[in-house]
DNA sequence: CAGTTGACGGCCC
DNA sequence: GGGGCCGCCAACT
């Protein structure tokens, strides 16, 4: 399994009406030094139908301009039909960061 | 092959 | 409290 494969399984498996941190999902895929890797792998986001890349916010629960999708005003749509509240730009993080118990 | 960058995170000033 | 710097890994030039 590639670090990539991790990384997409992780984001896949982000429940709905979750948002997960890029360091989460570092840390879910094996390790916790791979956040700016997880961004990349993100980056070449090879099926954006079956990963939920809008779901992964940084640890702020701010969204990057730099979204893939066309801009963070998209992902932050997306997220909001997920059933995702926003406080001033800001994914709600203690109501909606996906509490993952151990994986 | 070596240097730089990048959808980040954490610590220091 | 806000801003800046360093570190981590993999990909790109």
């Known amino acids: 399994m590639n670090t990539y494969e991790k990384?997409?399984?992780v984001v896949k498996r982000i429940p709905k009406g979750t948002v997960a941190t890029y360091g989460q999902v570092a840390r879910l895929a094996g390790n916790s030094h791979w956040a700016r890797v997880v961004g990349y792998a993100l980056h070449v986001n090879p099926d954006n139908g079956e990963i939920p890349c809008y779901r992964v916010v940084s640890k702020d629960g701010r969204v990057s301009e730099a979204f893939a999708f066309g801009g963070a005003n998209i992902q932050?749509?997306?997220l909001e039909a997920d059933g995702i509240e926003f406080r001033d730009d800001c994914v709600i993080m203690e109501k909606y960061q996906w509490e993952t118990p151990f994986y």
């Open 7 to 9: 990384i997409y399984e």
């Open 76 to 78: 932050r749509r997306l």
